[in-house]
């Protein structure tokens, strides 16, 4: 007699099937045949933190004191570390006990505050394509997501302000993700105005997700949405150790900008978790307040290696745009595969080249025509890539 099929809770029908999951069933299978799977799929850096972070970590781990239960919003000493570097790297300045909050990573703390802010059927804009939790956070606090298209700074924002005089309910906050995940498009100060005069128009949210905020290689810096004169009226702003600092599965980030929409945070966050360990939060105390030398040594990493890809995979018949920041190449599905949609291109060349990519369409509808690469192999990896896909273009 077989069980009864479990009907999905609620939440889990507001979700779609996961587009990634059967790329990385592909992965897994294939690897355990023996299959030398070169992966571009996942962000997940290679990278290790620095010397002085580990030894940090070590040093007040081993301490017994350390191992009690944290601070659900960070140690001051953290908070006011993330403030000093704000000042420094964009001259805000932040009040570390109301606008800052330490939270699980970045994607988890614009969960929590879709938790906080968002009430059943509120609508929220997102960027189409977007980094997933951006849409699905809100989502499975209860809204209703619109997603604006993205082909430019202009047209994203006049898109989002026809989404706020065209919606009904009215937009309650809007998303900004800017180096962007997946597309690694930029914003300057200018497009930081224009939002906020947006968002005091329209009674809007301003949610900035800078997690990339570090890895760019034009030359200019990206700006924070801070930056912009009354923005701490109607914004707040994640930012997060993993990419900046190679420690993803430290899991430390940081809300930081609007006193009220921080303190939303703060109160959910303190019925959710007792904060991250605290060696680790010290750890990124150390992080920030110390040498910066191996920040740059990572960019100029991600940057060669963002080079060799776009240069080998060019040879290869796979042309991809060079990315001004971020770990990630955005590429347009070559015409000749156009009509497969990501997925089913991403599983093609996984199949017949042992090469892992992310399908667009995990990024929103209007990613499907592309996918992502992560330059999270080193350069000699790479080639090795591009020399499997050229016999496979051929």
């Given at each position: 007699?077989?069980?009864?099929?479990?009907?999905?809770?609620?939440?889990?029908?507001?979700?779609?099937?996961?587009?990634?999951?059967?790329?990385?069933?592909?992965?897994?299978?294939?690897?355990?045949?023996?299959?030398?799977?070169?992966?571009?799929?996942?962000?997940?850096?290679?990278?290790?933190?620095?010397?002085?972070?580990?030894?940090?970590?070590?040093?007040?781990?081993?301490?017994?004191?350390?191992?009690?239960?944290?601070?659900?919003?960070?140690?001051?000493?953290?908070?006011?570390?993330?403030?000093?570097?704000?000042?420094?790297?964009?001259?805000?300045?932040?009040?570390?006990?109301?606008?800052?909050?330490?939270?699980?990573?970045?994607?988890?703390?614009?969960?929590?505050?879709?938790?906080?802010?968002?009430?059943?059927?509120?609508?929220?804009?997102v960027p189409d394509p977007s980094y997933p939790i951006h849409m699905f956070g809100f989502i499975i606090a209860g809204a209703a997501v619109r997603p604006v298209p993205f082909e430019s700074p202009e047209h994203f924002l006049r898109e989002a302000a026809h989404a706020c005089k065209r919606s009904i309910p009215a937009p309650g906050a809007l998303v900004l993700n800017f180096p962007s995940n997946p597309t690694a498009q930029v914003v300057d100060l200018d497009f930081y105005k224009e939002a906020v005069a947006l968002a005091k128009a329209n009674d809007l949210v301003l949610i900035s997700d800078l997690a990339y905020s570090e890895i760019y290689f034009d030359g200019t810096p990206p700006p924070s949405i801070l930056e912009v004169p009354g923005a701490k009226d109607v914004a707040v702003e994640f930012t997060s150790m993993s990419k900046t600092y190679s420690m993803p599965?430290?899991?430390?980030?940081?809300?930081?900008?609007?006193?009220?929409?921080?303190?939303?945070?703060?109160?959910?966050k303190s019925y959710l978790d007792y904060g991250a360990f605290t060696p680790i939060q010290?750890?990124?105390?150390?992080?920030?307040?110390?040498?910066?030398?191996?920040?740059?040594?990572?960019?100029?990493?991600?940057?060669?290696?963002?080079?060799v890809l776009v240069e080998s995979f060019s040879r290869a018949g796979f042309d991809i745009p060079a990315p001004p920041a971020t770990m990630f190449a955005w590429a347009p599905i070559p015409a000749p595969y156009a009509d497969l949609g990501s997925v089913e291109f991403a599983k093609l060349l996984l199949e017949k080249t042992d090469v892992a990519v992310a399908p667009g369409l995990g990024f929103g509808e209007r990613g499907d025509t592309h996918v992502r690469l992560a330059v999270v192999e080193n350069e000699q990896r790479i080639r090795q890539a591009a020399r499997k896909l050229k016999g496979f273009f051929a």
């Open positions: 007699m077989t069980a009864p099929a479990r009907e999905e809770f609620y939440r889990e029908k507001r979700l779609p099937p996961y587009v990634f999951a059967e790329v990385n069933r592909m992965k897994l299978a294939y690897r355990k045949e023996g299959r030398d799977v070169i992966d571009f799929g996942m962000g997940n850096p290679d990278l290790p933190p620095a010397k002085h972070i580990i030894d940090k970590l070590a040093e007040v781990a081993s301490d017994p004191r350390a191992h009690r239960y944290s601070a659900s919003q960070g140690v001051p000493s953290l908070r006011k570390a993330l403030a000093r570097y704000y000042e420094r790297r964009f001259n805000v300045t932040l009040d570390p006990d109301r606008e800052v909050c330490v939270t699980l990573g970045s994607k988890e703390g614009l969960a929590n505050l879709a938790q906080a802010i968002t009430a059943p059927g509120d609508v929220i804009l599965g430290w899991r430390i980030g940081f809300a930081a900008g609007s006193a009220r929409l921080v303190d939303a945070l703060k109160r959910v010290i750890a990124a105390v150390a992080a920030l307040d110390g040498p910066q030398d191996h920040v740059a040594e990572a960019r100029e990493i991600y940057r060669k290696r963002r080079d």
